[in-house]
């Protein structure tokens, strides 16, 4: 009923940018908070940066200055705009969405499929 499509991955050289995108479609109510995550090859996924339907923002830490979050509600999409990548950057990105589907009660934790980011020169 619902699907996340993440796009905007790539391979870029330390130093460069990226933007990432997600969009939401389906039988969707609301949307609540919306997220990235990222998983390195060996290790757990992790979080990179929250949003809420209000705006409110939360980053890891180790992309704090370098990434930017932002989200389009009209067009139940994402983004993470990133900037001075580095090659700890390298991972698979999986964006986060929790969901309200018309005529359900609850909210669900929605996952796109991910995208690979390779930092190398």
């Known amino acids: 009923q619902v699907q996340l499509v993440e796009s905007g991955g790539g391979l870029v050289q330390p130093g460069g940018s990226l933007r990432l995108s997600c969009a939401a479609s389906?039988?969707?109510?609301?949307?609540?908070?919306m997220g990235w995550y990222r998983q390195a090859p060996g290790k757990e996924r992790e979080l990179v940066a929250t949003?809420?339907?209000?705006?409110?923002?939360n980053y890891a830490d180790s992309v704090k200055g370098r990434f930017t979050i932002s989200r389009d509600n009209a067009k139940n999409t994402v983004y993470l705009q990133m900037k001075s990548l580095k090659s700890e950057d390298t991972a698979v990105y999986y964006c986060?969405?929790?969901?309200?589907?018309?005529?359900?009660?609850?909210?669900?934790?929605?996952w796109g499929q991910g995208t690979q980011v390779t930092v190398s020169s």
């Open positions: 949003i809420t339907s209000g705006g409110t923002i």
């Open positions: 389906g039988t969707i109510f609301i949307i609540n908070d």
């Open positions: 986060n969405a929790f969901i309200r589907v018309m005529g359900k009660s609850y909210v669900y934790a929605y």
